[in-house]
């Protein structure tokens, strides 16, 4: 196995202000993330919206996954956030991830930059995955 680094970008418009999709998504998390875009079993998504916060799951009955530590946030603009993923996820590998919003109009362009050190050989599962969780995030603030 040969670590490598890669990057996935994923970037969609959103039918939204951009003042709307920056509060849903740092501070409605749970109403949009999907229930099956977790790792534990009756697992549910939590988000701590500063530096040193944690994206995590908990699922009732004493289980927590760490998707990612927040690094920094520039409010308005983006999140920079960082996790490991074990082999058990598809790593050993770290995942930097920018998730980026900016006006364009009454569109919101929202862009997921995810650079991956490790070992790693899923890009289209990935993509496929980036895609389906924040076309949900883009659904909930289009139907606001």
């Known amino acids: 196995m040969t670590p490598s ?39 549910k998504m939590y988000f701590e919206p500063s530096a040193g916060g944690r994206l995590y799951e908990e699922n009732g009955e ?28 598809g790593g050993p590998n770290l995942n930097f991830i920018r998730m980026s919003i900016e006006a364009a109009g009454e569109t919101t362009k929202f862009r997921l930059t995810n650079s991956i050190l490790g070992h790693f050989d899923g890009h289209e599962r990935v993509t496929m995955g980036w895609n389906y969780l924040f076309g949900s995030l883009k659904a909930y603030c289009e139907a606001a």
Not at 6 to 35: F, H, R, T
Not at 68 to 83: F, K, L, N
């Open 5 to 43: 680094i890669q990057e996935i970008v994923v970037e969609l418009d959103i039918l939204a202000p951009v003042g709307q999709v920056w509060e849903k998504m740092l501070n409605e998390l749970p109403s949009w993330w999907p229930a099956d875009f977790v790792g534990l079993s009756g697992g």
């Open 62 to 89: 004493g289980g927590h996954l760490l998707w990612s530590t927040v690094v920094m946030i520039a409010p308005g603009s983006h999140i920079d956030m960082v996790g490991p993923v074990t082999p058990a996820f």
